[in-house]
Nanobody, 115 residues
Framework: QVQLVESGGGLVQPGGSLRLSCAAS????????MCWYRQAPGKDREFVAH???????NYGDSVKGRFTISIDNPKNTMYLQMNSLQPEDTAVYYC?????????WGKGTLVTVSS
């Protein structure tokens, strides 16, 4: 089992920045990839980014060039640095770990971009 806890969400003005964190615990030895997803009100959950233990990354088209994913392996924590935030980035951001046996999700952290 893997437990995921997100933090760092909040209210930010357009053009601002936020840094999200996702702390993993439990069977962390089995984790090779960690992901961020988001879900805006009334919309489907959307892929944001993923990172492997080795540091390979991939981003969704809507966040490329503005968001940066990183991982601190000793701390088992993943981060998402979000810059140039826009109102359309408003969503609940979820941490995700896909394993062969199961997929784990955190409870999410709300990011609101508004003036």
């Amino acid at each position: 089992q893997v437990q995921l806890v997100e933090s760092g969400g909040g209210l930010v003005q357009p053009g601002g920045s936020l840094r999200l964190s996702c702390a993993a615990s439990g069977s962390i030895f089995s984790i090779n990839v960690m992901c961020w997803y988001r879900q805006a009100p009334g919309k489907d959950r959307e892929f944001v980014a993923h990172i492997t233990r080795a540091g390979d990354v991939n981003y969704g088209d809507s966040v490329k060039g503005r968001f940066t994913i990183s991982i601190d392996n000793p701390k088992n924590t993943m981060y998402l640095q979000m810059n140039s935030l826009q109102p359309e980035d408003t969503a609940v951001y979820y941490c995700n770990v896909p394993l062969l046996s199961a997929t784990y999700w955190g409870k999410g952290t709300l990011v609101t971009v508004s003036s």
